[in-house]
């Protein structure tokens, strides 16, 4: 395959596993794995450069898919090669009632993208690319009269380096748009992890994405003809050995299942530290990538939270006080990202750290009133969330970025969502109104109850001021008398330890 400019000059292997270095020492792979992981590691490690690779997005409107929905895809993926640091410089896009078998395309359209990159447009017979181009005549990849060329190709004489294809690619399907191209060939989910890959920060981020990643490239090992059979093995020598894709396979279970493990000793101590804080009111913002959750996060809590206008520039859950603070404490979480078509193997890598959703009492969707496509957005969120779990959490939506919104278009949003708030997170007004609506939300359960604290007793009164609001305190001979403020279970954790605590006396 042709190296990519912008790529740094290290070995596949090392661009693999060996990526993060305390993830422990991997096991060793054919030749099979490396070829498999090659594109992945190699936009991986895409630097930031003055020339950007080149990159050609593809995407097949399918029956049932509306125009506007299709364009919103293409512009997703656009803004995914972006944070990439891959440079777009043509679309190729058709609509067909299915994909492709072969290569996603059909014929004129592949010849189209082969153009774009450089290739042959045709994907060659035989089992490796022959210096005289065939194509493939196989069945579903007839151009029908019926596809249609969506919109009018720019022109350009600059080859695209990467192929990014706005749909999920069986592996065939990758292998023959490569051999048709000769360009570097990502789906969408590949193109994801592998932003993932490189934003993660923490060692759990980082164990999360590599076990998604492993299990993204076990279905897309090959074969390399020469070299199919490891060794003899068997009992006395009778019997095959392992071919070194199937060797690779184990491998990367093995390598799952010690990822895993490890995973889950770091879960636990998230879950402790999550128990610890479940005396206390707690909120999360949720949301799609890119929504502002981390700028609203550093307006709310005070917090350094990074911010980066980039898809999926925080991955690792933040949580602080609300700001300013208010009695009870309420603690805010800001979670990662949501987006289209979100690959199933992040959301169950990232499900541990998603818990801060699920368990929260109130969840802040966070949307982007500027983004025309913030309902569907909104639906994707909730999506997600229901299938966490979290769907029947009590929800408030906040519609940010309306600065970016003229008179009329705050008007019909409001009109639409009556009940969201509508803010700019960089405005002090707009975050003070959402943060008087936080503690609105938590007032409205809340009830009044007088509590008597006996003197020998008198370090929960610090603990009663830390959990509810004191309205009024007194004190006589045998103790202070408290009217406090708070929700109904945390009133009835504080008789239960005065009870308790008073018989142990």
Not at 23 to 36: C, D, E, N, T
Not at 71 to 92: N, P, Y
Not at 270 to 299: F, P, W
Request: aromatic content about 4%.
């Amino acid at each position: 395959m042709p190296a990519l400019p912008g790529v740094r000059s290290q070995g596949v292997r090392s661009q693999g596993l060996r990526s993060f270095p305390t993830l422990g020492r991997p096991p060793r792979f054919s030749q099979s794995f490396l070829l498999a992981s090659d594109a992945f590691a190699k936009l991986r490690s895409l630097e930031p450069a003055r020339h950007k690779p080149t990159a050609v997005i593809v995407g097949v409107q399918l029956d049932g898919v509306d125009e506007r929905e299709h364009q919103s895809s293409l512009a997703e993926l656009h803004r995914l090669a972006d944070t990439l640091g891959l440079k777009v410089i043509a679309k190729v896009t058709q609509r067909r009632a299915a994909l492709a078998k072969a290569a996603v395309l059909g014929l004129g359209k592949l010849a189209t993208l082969g153009k774009l990159t450089g290739g042959a447009g045709t994907i060659p017979k035989g089992p490796e690319p022959s210096k005289k181009k065939q194509p493939y005549l196989g069945h579903g990849d007839e151009d029908d009269d019926d596809d249609e060329d969506l919109e009018e190709q720019p022109t350009t004489e600059e080859k695209a380096k990467v192929v990014l294809v706005d749909h999920d690619l069986t592996p065939s399907q990758a292998r023959n748009l490569e051999r048709a191209t000769g360009a570097e060939v990502m789906d969408r989910t590949g193109v994801i992890l592998a932003i993932f890959h490189r934003h993660a920060k923490s060692r759990e981020a980082r164990l999360q994405v590599e076990i998604a990643r492993l299990s993204y490239l076990a279905p897309r090992l090959r074969e390399l003809g020469a070299s199919k059979e490891r060794q003899r093995g068997g009992i006395g020598g009778r019997g095959a050995g392992e071919s070194n894709m199937e060797l690779d396979r184990r491998k990367i279970r093995d390598r799952i299942a010690e990822l895993r493990r490890e995973l889950e000793a770091i879960e636990s101590e998230s879950s402790v530290r999550r128990q610890r804080r479940s005396d206390h009111e707690r909120i999360a913002l949720v949301g799609y990538t890119n929504a502002g959750k981390s700028s609203l996060m550093r307006a709310l809590t005070g917090s350094e939270a990074y911010v980066a206008d980039a898809l999926f520039a925080t991955l690792d859950t933040t949580v602080r006080a609300l700001r300013p603070e208010t009695r009870p404490k309420i603690l805010v979480s800001d979670t990662v990202g949501f987006i289209k078509k979100l690959p199933h193997d992040l959301v169950a890598s990232f499900r541990s750290t998603l818990d801060e959703a699920r368990e929260a009492q109130l969840l802040l969707f966070v949307v982007d009133a500027a983004d025309p496509a913030h309902e569907s957005q909104l639906e994707v969120t909730q999506s997600v969330l229901r299938e966490l779990g979290a769907g029947e959490t009590p929800s408030l939506l906040v519609l940010n970025k309306i600065d970016k919104l003229s008179e009329s278009e705050k008007v019909s949003l409001a009109e639409l969502h009556p009940d969201a708030v509508m803010i700019s997170a960089h405005s002090p007004t707009d975050v003070a109104r959402l943060h008087a609506a936080i503690v609105a939300f938590f007032e409205r359960s809340m009830v009044e109850r007088e509590i008597f604290v006996p003197y020998e007793l008198q370090r929960l009164v610090s603990e009663i001021h830390e959990r509810g609001r004191v309205l009024s305190e007194a004190h006589d001979e045998t103790g202070t008398r408290l009217l406090v403020r708070a929700i109904p279970d945390v009133l009835s954790r504080f008789d239960g330890a005065i009870a308790r605590l008073s018989h142990v006396k």
